[in-house]
């Protein structure tokens, strides 16, 4: 009896999420699920995590090991910094840390979703993350 192997995952999807509404394009639907999607898009995804990781490769092999773990950990400190629910980061520390916040990309003004502006009611927000239900 044939068992695939757990490293290799199916390349097609083998459940199609039919539903009967118009889903939001980053819910998971039918169309969503079978769309061409262009090679380029993950490149562009994680640009600037490759380039960090390129950057502090080539620290490391300059500087040595201590200054790209320090900045390592200064960026995972920054991440850690807490909001409260109903106020959206915009993790300008880590754009600081990382350089980014001296380029304007496309992500700086073509409106993505977690950009956008929300006005919600506090006291709702932060007794759903909390798991109060009145």
């Known amino acids: 009896m044939y068992q695939p192997s757990l490293k290799v995952q ?4 083998s459940v199609l999420n039919a539903t009967g509404r118009v889903g939001m394009p980053t819910e998971s639907n039918c169309l969503n699920q079978l769309a061409h999607v ?4 993950d490149s562009e995804l994680n640009y600037n995590e490759h ?3 390129l950057n ?4 490391r ?6 200054v790209p ?10 991440r850690q910094v807490g909001r409260l629910p109903f ?12 350089g980014r916040c001296d380029s304007i990309g496309f992500e700086d003004f073509m409106n993505l979703p977690e950009y956008s502006e929300q006005m919600r009611q506090p006291h709702a927000v932060v007794e ?3 798991g109060i239900h009145l």
């Open 10 to 13: 199916p390349a097609e999807v």
């Open 56 to 59: 502090m490769q080539m620290l």
């Open 61 to 66: 092999n300059r500087e040595g090991l201590g």
């Open 69 to 78: 773990l320090k900045m390592g950990m200064e960026r995972f400190a920054a």
């Open 38 to 41: 262009h090679r380029l898009r």
């Open 51 to 53: 380039q960090y990781n």
């Open 87 to 98: 106020l959206p980061s915009s993790n300008f520390m880590d754009d600081v840390l990382t």
């Open 128 to 130: 759903k993350s909390l």
